[in-house]
């Protein structure tokens, strides 16, 4: 594993020559995160990923952050990380199988810190309660400028809560809601939230169960305002 700003201890060996077990991973990343206020930028432990990324663009090195199999304790971890944390930035930890646990934490942890500015959560099979937990931390938190939750079975319910939160957030300008099955009644609330918002500059509700008709005029609206 590496670790960006500061290099990790001399002692561990290089990345490729250490198979860290989930335990010792999400307390790593509690040490670091609760140890090093100046940490600004992501936490780097990552496999090797692909050359793109879910929407076709390629991942700088900077910012990848996945596929760790960290589970709920991964989730809980960077939940009570980001509670003391006051530096970092951007995050990035899709595809950790965080689940509804791992999603919930995280939800309360955004409640409070004010200084994360970039989060991708996609693919944690974060689910529809909790995914609507994280839905409506943008009535609260005015600090989150962008918001990847892609492919976490959203459904209608937690999309419903992402569309409420819009209406009163004034920060976040890119939101992806790709693939989380989300049918007419859950993408329909777009439609008012953004006549409110119009701070959304790329909302992408890709991949999902919506008609034509509602997909496209939610894209009309995003155009136009």
């Known amino acids: ?29 509690l ?14 432990l990552h496999r090797p990923f692909p050359a793109h990324s879910h929407h076709g663009t390629a ?23 980001l509670k003391v944390n006051r530096a970092l930035t951007k995050l990035d930890v ?3 199988h965080f689940g509804a646990v791992g999603g919930k934490a995280l939800a309360e942890a955004l409640q409070t810190n004010d200084t994360l500015r ?5 693919s944690n099979q974060i689910g529809p309660v909790s995914g609507a937990e994280l839905g409506r931390v943008l009535e609260v938190n005015d600090s989150l400028t962008s918001l990847d939750v892609w492919g976490n079975d959203l459904r209608n319910d937690g999309c ?3 569309a409420t ?9 890119t939101l992806c809601l790709m693939g989380n099955g989300i049918k007419d009644k859950g993408a ?15 909302l992408d509700l890709s991949q999902n169960a919506m008609s034509a008709e509602v997909f496209d005029a939610i894209a009309d609206v995003v155009k136009k305002y």
């Open 1 to 29: 594993w590496s670790v960006l700003t500061p290099r990790p201890p001399a002692c561990l060996p290089a990345s490729g020559d250490l198979q860290l077990r989930v335990a010792q991973l999400t307390r790593l990343l």
């Open 31 to 44: 040490f670091l995160l609760h140890t090093l206020p100046f940490l600004c930028t992501i936490l780097l």
């Open 188 to 202: 329909k609330p777009f439609l008012v939230a953004l006549k409110a918002n119009k701070n959304i500059t790329d």
């Open 118 to 122: 970039e989060l991708f959560v996609g």
């Open 94 to 96: 899709w595809g950790n």
């Open 160 to 162: 419903e809560a992402f």
């Open 59 to 81: 991942h700088p090195p900077s910012r990848a952050q996945g596929h760790n199999n960290m589970k709920a304790d991964g989730g809980i971890a960077f939940g009570e990380a």
């Open 165 to 173: 939160s819009l209406k009163n957030n004034r920060s976040v300008a």
